[in-house]
């Protein structure tokens, strides 16, 4: 599994006046279109979650630096933030 690291500003908005389609206006829209994520019904657990967190500077620089003492990118220092809050829970 690769990590891909982004620091820096999100991508810009497309804020262009062209919808995005809706498959799911009408019966005859939706042929062709399959679901993904959570399979198409509430409570299937997901087997893969992508985030993308909006932290201001002085948590990304927080995040940086005890990645880099604890000596792993900041994706695996979050991933390990939440196995500790997991194991802390049980």
């Not at 909006?54 to 390990?80: F, M």
């Amino acid at each position: 599994m690769s990590t891909k690291t982004r620091v820096g500003r999100v991508a810009a908005v497309d804020e262009g006046d062209e919808q995005e389609p809706r498959p799911w206006e009408s019966p005859e829209d939706r042929r062709g279109w399959r679901t993904s994520g959570h399979g198409g019904r509430f409570g299937t657990p997901l087997a893969h979650l992508q985030l993308e967190i909006d932290l201001d500077a002085e948590q990304t620089a927080w995040i940086i630096r005890e990645a880099q003492r604890a000596g792993v990118g900041p994706v695996a220092y979050i991933k390990s933030l939440i196995d500790g809050a997991r194991s802390a829970t049980r």
